[in-house]
């Protein structure tokens, strides 16, 4: 059974770091394409992606977070990193870990969502304070 473990989450102020993890367990692809990569949800809003990374390596990042968040994999760990920087209040939500072998950062589908991804973490809270 596929597991991802997210930690890292905490409080900080703005403009502060935070680097979140992603244990992922018993995730296999046939094709070995796969693409994996963090989701958040603040109260009252709708999952949105943050940033994706795929086999290649390529990457994907929603425009409110680029050149503030680095995400990378340690193919060796089985580990997904987030690398948070210049935190905003705006940052605020639950983040996820996801995964998925169905596509990769090159072949989104187009219109994609969080319900593309068929493996999800339980989450781990960020919390930027002003």
């Known amino acids: 059974q596929v597991q991802l473990v997210e930690s890292g989450g905490g409080s900080v102020q703005a403009g502060g770091s935070l680097r979140l993890s992603c244990e992922i367990a018993?995730?296999?692809?046939?094709?070995?394409?796969?693409?994996i990569g963090w989701f958040r949800q603040a109260p009252g809003q709708e999952r949105e992606g943050v940033a994706l990374?795929?086999?290649?390596?390529?990457?994907w990042y929603s425009d409110s977070v680029k050149g503030r968040f680095t995400i990378s994999q340690d193919n060796a760990k089985n580990t997904l990193i987030l690398q948070m920087n210049s935190l905003k209040p705006e940052d605020t939500a639950m983040y996820y870990c996801v995964a998925d072998s169905s596509f990769t950062v090159s072949t989104l589908p187009v219109g994609w969502s969080a319900e593309y991804f068929g493996y999800w973490g339980q989450g781990t809270q960020v919390a930027v304070s002003s």
């Open positions: 018993r995730f296999t692809s046939t094709s070995n394409r796969y693409c």
């Open positions: 990374i795929d086999n290649d390596d390529n990457t």
